[in-house]
């Protein structure tokens, strides 16, 4: 209940304003609806939390710098910076995105400011050709976990996963159909049942990640691996600190 009342109390304003499509005036113009916005908010209820401005293009310096400078200088309301980020070929790059802006605000002493990554996706897509890959496949579903998994050791607050129930996008089709990315959240969610995270070796920053967990009686350890770039056809695992019982092993 606490996490859905957090989600519900955050005010993003506006969605991806470097982009045209979305927002046809300029910087400043934005600022000057942001701080309009935000600061109404604040005056209603200061309990609300407020951020953006959801860039499309964080390194867009062009208009992250001339926003959080104006939030610095007019001391703004910003609880939370987010931004949107679709990539396919890293997904270690998520990581690398969300420290970027986590300097970007430590330069300027909002090291307070949660991060939210409030759009993201390993899939690509061509609205010029619509033409699609990596929509429902492997790829999709290994770039997905391990974005989750490297993100874990980041200093971002929330990732909102675009999107659940798309065409493009989904994590399920339009008819409730399980895609290989909605497979992942399911083993996360699995995952983080256990409750306690267990420490692991052999991972890198190239894509493939390993991330493990134990519930509080010992019986269950579950791990998931997960390799979006080698050619490796399997891997082998050793555990420590199981003892000298049998363990009984299921693969998925």
Not at 31 to 58: C, D, M, R, W
Not at 97 to 107: D, G, T
Not at 116 to 144: C, K, Q, R, V
């Amino acid at each position: 209940y606490q996490k859905y009342l957090d989600y519900v109390v955050s005010n993003e304003i506006w969605n991806e304003p470097d982009l045209e499509d979305f927002w046809a005036g300029t910087v400043n113009e934005y600022i000057e609806l942001y701080a309009t916005t935000a600061t109404a908010i604040k005056q209603y209820n200061s309990a609300l939390h407020v951020g953006g401005p959801a860039l499309s293009n964080l390194f867009n310096e062009s208009f992250i710098n001339p926003f959080l400078d104006s939030v610095v200088a007019q001391s703004l309301p910003l609880d939370f910076l987010s931004y949107h980020l679709y990539y396919h070929p890293n997904p270690y790059y998520f990581k690398i995105v969300n420290e970027y802006a986590r300097a970007k605000l430590h330069e300027r002493g909002l090291d307070n400011t949660e991060l939210i990554n409030s759009e993201w996706n390993p899939y690509l897509f061509s609205f010029d050709t619509y033409s699609e890959w990596g929509m429902d496949d492997a790829h999709n579903a290994a770039s997905t976990a391990s974005a989750l998994t490297y993100m874990q050791e980041s200093s971002i607050g929330k990732m909102f996963r675009y999107a659940f129930d798309n065409y493009w996008f989904g994590m399920v089709d339009w008819l409730d159909n399980w895609r290989y990315p909605g497979y992942v959240f399911k083993a996360y969610h699995e995952l983080e049942e256990n409750n306690t995270r267990l420490v692991v070796n052999g991972a890198d920053t190239l894509g493939t990640t390993l991330v493990a967990s134990r519930d509080a009686s010992g019986a269950s350890v579950r791990v998931i691996v997960s390799d979006n770039t080698s050619s490796a056809n399997g891997y082998n695992l050793t555990f420590t600190g199981l003892g000298t019982s049998t363990w009984l092993y299921k693969i998925y």
